[in-house]
């Protein structure tokens, strides 16, 4: 019975899982020299995404998209304020979040998202039909579809894969293995997150009181779409680096909306119901 | 010598400081005014398509009502509204599979069943109402005379009332599964309320009995099924505009790109003026008229509501794109 099941609806049996893998992206390290995004676009050959000035400081990249799987942000701040007596610059290498509970992945109507032996979240390029429906549903931003009318995988959802083409070769991935500066770390998650409280200990030690890990199973961000396989020690709150501070998994208010649907349509189905009844008098 | 109007850059404030936990701009205090979230890619065939899914599913809804309950008359001018129920998602089909980016995978749908994820469900719901509608709609042609041979004796085959009550549980998932759709993401205008599922629902069902009054009146039927067709359709209008009023209260701040702006016209005059309040007026005139006056008012009504409900998804659909750029109202949908 559940074997006919899963013939016809083409299930097949998960590889055997592997230990979780995932970043640990120190933003504390961070240069701003792009080695990850340059590394990322020439392993996946993905294009370039046009040659246009934000004038955002030196981010000309944007923002995270279909063809853009790393994102290095370039944030100024040159007032000081309560907590901060100097003028700084804070860099960091954005990323898919590779989520525990991917909005993303429960959205997807296709069976396209999966997560993979390593636990990551990855987008099967020929089941993807390109209905656009994960892009909305990515707390993050982080995933895109790729317009109809391009050179590159055209009409199909798009973000980074963690590399899953070099990690089934026990091979780091491309981004974390340029990092000059070991901002971006690959590895065991569990492994990540013993050395990411290390550093924050650290970091706090020498007087970086606003650091924080983003990211991390007992941080709030956590609560709704799980640790993040891809996560963050930052200098600043999440806002700063457009992180948002509870990502929105949308399964946990879907019975809810769907039960306010159907009342309203309980509603109409018993007026139009005493209506007609009423109608045979 | 406008110019001198101008007061004179602001030492304080050097310009760069805009990133970082510092204001600028339209932003909510972000990284400059980038947007948290992607904006959606879908284009016009997607509200096209939530309109007339809803409305064919209002019509099978309130005419598969009438066949149970109502009387003699009410059963056989509402029997119409099974051909609406079946002409209205020929076109849905097709539109969906023309806004997929992939469209030739589009049975890439149905290869998983997924109720979890609402576009499966939804996939699901059309391909099963679809052949339902059709079956109904058969089978009152072959009451009708306009059925003939043995098609005719095919429908005489199939189970009405169970034929009806799928139909109609179908068609309520179809009638409110666009709403729950949208409102599964993380756009702020359509994510923030949890009763967008609702709105749209009474939405699909206000114009699917628009379009049964709508065939009734044109058929001359008795004025009092008419009545009792204006009465429901009043009923819908009227629980369309407490949904939306109770939809754009929790939206709050996030509602901005709907009521004001570009989309504030469609939205306010098109959708709540035209498709809900327009028809209560013109159903409520009605009442105290006969005959032709009274079938037109009826028509007048129905037209109205049904071209408010394309009003409606079109510009809460339209109005998600400006939402999802909107780093303050992400923000505030993400507050702890
Ligand atoms: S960050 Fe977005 S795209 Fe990446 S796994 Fe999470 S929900 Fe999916
Ligand atoms: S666009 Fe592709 S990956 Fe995204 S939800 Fe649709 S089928 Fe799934």
Redesign the interface.
Known sequence: MIDGYKRL???EEPLPSKKAKGFFTDTSLCIGCKACEVACKQWNQLPADGFAI?G??Y?NT??L?ATTWRHV???????A?ESRQEQRW?MMSDVCKHCANA?CL???????LVRTEFDTVYVQQD???????C????????????P?ESTFE????HKCTLCYDRLKDDMTPACAKSCPTASIQFGDVEELQHRARQRLGELKARGESTARLYGMPEG?EAVEVGPLHAFFLLL??P????L?????L??K??A???G??????I???M???L??????R | MKEANHPPPSQESPSPARGGGQCGGTGGGGYYDNPIVRRPVWTWEVPAYFWLGGMGAGAFVTASLAQTLGSADDRRTAADGFYLAAAAPVPCAPLLIGDLGRPARFHHMLRIFKPLSPMNLGAWTLTAFTPLAFARAASHAADTGLLHGPLRGLTRLLPRRLTELAGSLLGLTLAGYSGVLLGATNVPLWAKSKLLGGVFMASALSSGSAAVTLQAARRGSPEATLHRLATIESAASLGEMAVITGYLMQSGKAARPLTTGRFAAPFWLGAVGIGALLPLLLHRFATRHHGRTLRSLSTAAALCSMAGSLALRWSIFEAGKVSSEDQSASFELSKA
């Open positions: 609806m083409n299930l934000t955002n400081s981010d944007g923002h998209g942000q370039f944030i100024e701040q040159a007032k304020n804070l909005a429960e959205a997807c109507p296709t069976g396209a089941i993807c039909n390109g209905c656009g429906f892009v909305p549903a990515c707390p993050f931003g982080v995933i895109d579809r790729v109809k055209v009409g199909t959802a709030k600043d709150k806002q700063a680096y457009n948002p501070e509870v990502p929105r949308p399964r208010t879907m809810e909306r769907y306010w649907s159907a009342a309203v349509g509603g109409f189905a007026v139009a119901a209506v007609f009844r009423g109608g045979r």
